[in-house]
């Protein structure tokens, strides 16, 4: 008689169901299901089970990060594991690497009796999240970017450190220039450097199996091959079962559990409460929030414009100004996508290709963490006398100020950066950025964004978190454990209308206590950078701070405005002859230099 086991293995993001089938006291597998959960695991379980004859299986057991929220024999992690791993191979003396969503670990099977366990410390580098957030910066998905950088023999230089840095050192090499490929390729060396820490060459048994999805890249599968050649050790050939090793290991161990199993409505355990203060909803802060109205875009009518490129780490924009009534003729905006001078040029291109192209362009501007590589190409094409490079911090107050005289105090959040502009009779007397922390930035609220079923998009996200009448502090945490924040809050009951809210009010929290610190606000708040966008983190400000709060007509656009007017002034631009623009739109980056100071008394 056959009897059918299930294993259901339910992870931080997906959930994967096992069933092995026992025929006289042999088992084999014979069907498996896997789900992204969206933070609904008992949900996701239940619809895949309702697919599988739930009434006929003998028996089921469950592991994995949510497995409490569900009403079946727990099987630890490490134990699933072990017997997944026996189930498909054999019980000689192995170690198995793990790296998924949320933890990587590393399980040495020594004997059959003696197991040694170890995983990641609280930090997410080297997980399959942290890989994806960081791939998505240039616009693509994890099988694109394995694809891309597979084969390079010359990866640019990451180290396997924290996620946010290591996030912002991405973001300086490709706004330096250099090529994705080996950019992705720093990366991905880099997740393997993290998860080999785990690796004990002389005492881990040298036949090592690697698991998890992250492992189906082959640049990650030949970096630890040439890791455990170096020491002797050999890897065992990939295969997609290890995807279901966990599961499989809980199915077989539901072999051995006694007791009916629970019906299917009633699968899913009551949350394990845990308190979180509430905060009033944040629309109520609305009153304190000045919006300033759109306004189309003004006519030309001096001889000319300056076209101001703000090339950030994640967007970049551009504006241009006429030279005599110092209005905005035209604004554009695209991703940077890891490219800072492919952005640059596309915006040229979308500016010539619409009515304010036909007007001379006079001079150019360039600011954002890409100001380098761009205003450097720029003066190659133009010349110096008609190209004007300086940082953000001048710039946004430049483009402050235009919208605003009575601007004193600038938050300024954009996708990877944040800053704090003070400014006193129109300039700025004090100013910070964010050092090694996405927490108060607009990443961190689309990483964390994407973590919800039915959220597509930042737009969206917002709107819920406006829209909802009430939120749940989550506190001020490094965006690496709010994640596990968010999943706590779930687990424990709290509505996803709470929960949304309550990520805006950590962004700010985040940001008036790692950016502003203990520094000064005065009695208006500029807040610009893109985030802006949304009614819910201007009320978050509005709320934690008591002020009024200004948001310009395009938060995302200031910074390329100011530089603009910035150029204008500094040029004398009204004077100057036409440029060719279009002559940009060919130019290339055909070599860099590279400057290594070797100074041993420091710069003085």
Known sequence: MLERFLGIDVGAETVKVAEVVRDNGTFSWSNSRIEEHHKSPADAVSRILATLDWDQVRGAAVTGRFSRAIALPRVPAKEALAAGFRFLHDSAPATIVSIGGHGFSVLELRSADIAVFRENSRCSQGTGNFLRQLVERFGLKIEEASALCDGVTSPAPLSGRCPVILKTDMTHLANKGEARDRILAGLYDAVCENVQV??????????VLLAGGVTRSARIRESFRRFLERHEMQLMPH?????????LGAAVAAADTRGPLPALAEIACPPERAAFESIPALGTYLGQVKRMDRRPMAPVTGPGVVVGFDIGSTGSKAVAVDVVSREVVWEGYRNTGGDPVGAAQALMLQFL?????????LALGATGSGREITGSLMATCFGHAQVFVLNEIAAHAAGALHWDPR???????????????????????????????SAGTGSFIEEQGKRFAGVESVVQLGEKAIGSCG????????????????????????EASAIIPGIYDSVIQNYLNRVKGSRSVGQVVFCQGMPFASQALAAAVARQTGCEVVIPPNPGTVG????????????????LPPLDAAKFLQARVESKDTFVCKSTKGCG
């Open 239 to 247: 295969s997609e079962d290890v995807l279901f090793l966990e599961a």
């Open 198 to 207: 785990l690796i004990k060459p002389r005492v881990s048994p040298p036949r």
């Open 353 to 361: 290709g619409g009515p304010a192209g036909r007007t001379p362009v």
């Open 407 to 437: 601007v004193d105090t600038i938050f300024e959040i954009g996708g990877q950066d944040a800053k704090y502009i003070r400014l006193n009779s129109a300039r700025v007397v004090d100013a910070a950025m964010n050092e090694a922390c």
């Open 560 to 575: 390329a405005l100011g530089i603009a007017l910035l150029a204008l002034d500094e040029k004398g631009a009204a004077a």
């Open 471 to 494: 939120g749940v502090s989550l506190g001020q945490h490094c965006s690496v454990f709010m994640a596990e924040i968010i999943d706590n809050a779930a687990a424990s009951g709290v």
